[in-house]
């Protein structure tokens, strides 16, 4: 059964970063197409980033030139580099990992950016 495990979120300033990784386990990774979502509170949960197979990106216009999607074979981990964040950006972050009709979910991880 496959298992996603999120971190390195948290508290930060607008304008600062924050680097979420969610690993692997239980699956092949390569197989998977992975990436992020996140959910604002009293909002709908909508796609941040996405990462194909083959290292195809694709990023929400809210996020992109700010963020940056990667992923480690190796490693097993998926990573969303976050960059000039802003006070928007706050929501609870989750991973996901696609094949056919099995998908996968981390737990959700928080980021909070406020002074």
């Known amino acids: 059964q496959g298992q996603l495990v999120e971190s390195g979120g948290g508290l930060v300033q607008p304008g600062g970063s924050l680097r979420l990784s969610c690993e692997a386990s239980?699956?092949?990774?390569?197989?998977?197409?992975t990436g992020w979502y996140r959910q604002a509170q009293g909002e709908q949960r909508e796609l941040v980033a996405s990462?194909?197979?083959?290292?195809?990106?694709n990023y929400a216009d809210s996020v992109a030139g700010r963020f940056t999607i990667s992923r480690d074979s190796a490693e097993k981990t998926v990573f969303l580099q976050m960059n000039s964040l802003k006070p928007e950006d706050t929501a609870v972050y989750y991973c996901?990992?696609?094949?056919?009709?099995?998908?996968?979910w981390g737990q959700g991880i928080q980021v909070t950016v406020s002074s």
């Open positions: 996901y990992m696609t094949l056919g009709n099995r998908n996968y």
């Open positions: 239980g699956i092949i990774f390569n197989l998977y197409a």
């Open positions: 990462i194909s197979t083959g290292g195809r990106t």
